[in-house]
């Protein structure tokens, strides 16, 4: 079955220090990554999504500068949040798809100290 | 703009007794899917239930859902709740692209 691996599951960075997420899918190739922030309280908000092959489009309030994401081939996909603030802590969510629905990894909890 | 309502932030229950999540959505393209995901703690979001099709019930696992377009909705439903049902549900619109958009999630807590 189609798997998404991400990792870390959790980490906690130092206030304006950058922290690395990766996301792995299994048994599919993904053809589009989203990345998503639930953020305490609030529901999950798209960052980005990512199609091989095209730009990285950004939601309104996250840039490239911010959340470089990288899509190098159809299983991987990682992206960073650079510069990290207490503003920044949450639950990241990658989902990735091949044709129809998405799979989702189980998330990376940021702590921001 | 594109949104999705989800009232209830907290639906206590006793075991055994119906389960209703309202989802209501706003402006979404046409022929859209709906999807209702479960969130257990620490694990994956999981695909429970989707939907384009109007007045057409679907169902998995012993849930059911019906779009009706009339009235923007997509409510979850299931006749006996169980313990193992208590979650986080998320109702997500599809918007165009292949983009989600979750609602702000139901917890659910099934009480013995």
């Known amino acids: 079955g189609a798997l998404v691996y991400q990792y870390p599951r959790r980490t906690i960075c130092k206030s304006g220090t950058s922290m690395r997420m990766e996301c792995q899918a299994v048994?599919?190739?993904?053809?589009?990554v989203a990345w998503y922030r639930q953020s305490p309280q609030k529901t999950f908000e798209l960052i980005a999504l990512s199609t091989v092959n095209s730009a990285i489009k950004y939601e309104q309030n996250f840039t490239q500068e911010k959340f470089p994401i990288s899509h190098p081939n159809l299983s991987f996909s990682s992206m960073t949040v650079l510069n990290a603030y207490l503003e920044d802590r949450g639950l990241y969510l990658c989902?990735?798809?091949?044709?129809?629905?998405?799979?989702f990894g189980s998330g990376t909890r940021l702590l921001v100290i | 703009g594109d949104s999705v309502t989800q009232k209830e932030g907290l639906v206590t229950l006793t075991e055994g007794l119906p389960v209703m999540l309202n989802c209501t959505y706003q402006t979404i393209y046409s022929n859209a899917f709906l999807f209702w995901y479960v969130h257990y703690l620490n694990e994956s979001p999981r695909l429970l239930l989707k939907?384009?099709?109007d007045n057409k019930r679907t169902e998995h696992q012993g849930f059911h859902a019906t779009l009706h377009k009339s009235s923007s909705s997509f409510h979850l439903q299931k006749s006996s709740a169980q313990l193992s049902d208590s979650a986080l549900y998320y109702c997500?619109?599809?918007?165009?692209?292949?983009?989600?958009?979750w609602g702000s999630g139901t917890k659910l807590i099934i009480k013995p």
């Open positions: 997500a619109p599809e918007r165009s692209n292949y983009q989600l958009i």
């Open positions: 048994g599919f190739q993904a053809t589009s």
């Open positions: 989902g990735a798809r091949e044709s129809s629905d998405y799979t």
């Open positions: 939907s384009s099709t």
